[in-house]
């Protein structure tokens, strides 16, 4: 019982409690035990890998699901993305982005897109590179800073694939070159270093000459375009004729062939009809005369629109004939 004295003689009295250090422990107790269970829980989702650190110390890269560590803080773990693709943008930024190291600020992407190709003219060039985390041991204590690091990495690699190049070839027909020699350098360079990440692609977004001389680049670009659809026009129009003109010329060779085979076939089958008359003319001249004779006249006297025959014998002036009529007069 405590008694205190508050003026004006009047006393309030206040009932404390004995001290009981027990409690104090078991409070602390259970409170260790709540921070002791809390702090060797852990779980990594589907797209991450944990590496599991001990007293700063590497032990072990945990796969996805729940997992059990040294309590008190004892064990640290780093989560890592290593099913997620992530990108780096160079000479341009994409707002928005969860990667830090997505993309410089301005000042640093108009430095990144101006390079000198191999004929010692400029161009502005824009890309972007494509990976994945595949080793994330390597990704967090190879390299002091890997994501900076492949960034530089890149932009050199770029620059040195770029200068081995016309800017004709950089502008037009040369970019699958590039990011395909670009790609296959900077894999070896990402393995030298162990960064612990898989380059899948190298992708150029935009390739333009220097803003001095862009309207005439553009305008010789036009020219190419220009002529390349004139001989394309001129070679469909050459491929749509040229084979009609050689059918046709087939189709003429076909039919003239066989308009000779017809005529070869019919003058020997005349000569043949010729020649078996002729042995039967020798044989009867006089039968054979007449039936010619009488097979002609078959044959011409239904062509006539009006027939008159005369009798050898006949002695008058002036035959009777009826001349406005058709048909056989006697």
Known sequence: MLEIDIGGGRKIQLDIPEF????????????????????????????????VLRFGKYQSTQKPGLHFKMPFFIDKVEKV????????????????????SQWSGP???????????????????????QYRITEPRDY??????????LRNATESVMREVVGDRTVDEVITIGRQ???????????????KYKLGVSIDQIQLIDVKPPERVEDSFNEVNRAEQEKATAVNVANGEYNQKVPKAAGVAQQDISRAEGYATKRINEAEGDAGRFIALLEAYQEAPEVTRR?????????VMPQLERKIIMDEEGNQVLPLMQLNQGGIQR
Do not use: C, H
Not at 107 to 129: C, F, H, P, Y
Not at 140 to 149: A, C, G, W
């Open 107 to 129: 000042s640093e992407q108009e430095k990144e897109k101006k390079m000198v190709t191999g004929d010692l003219n400029g161009a502005r060039v824009d890309w972007v590179i």
């Open 20 to 51: 009981k250090p027990q409690i104090v422990l078991i409070g602390f107790a259970v409170v260790g035990v709540l921070v002791g269970v809390l702090t060797s829980i852990y779980t990594i989702k589907a797209e991450e890998e944990g590496v």
């Open 291 to 299: 039936r010619m004779y009488l097979e002609t006249m078959q044959k």
């Open 177 to 191: 070159d590039i990011e395909r020699e670009s790609l296959e350098k900077l894999k070896v360079l990402v393995n």
């Open 140 to 149: 967090l204590f190879m390299v002091k800073d890997p994501d900076s690091t």
């Open 81 to 100: 993305a290593v099913l997620r693709q992530q990108k780096q943008e160079y000479g341009f930024g994409t707002p928005g982005n969860t990667n830090r």
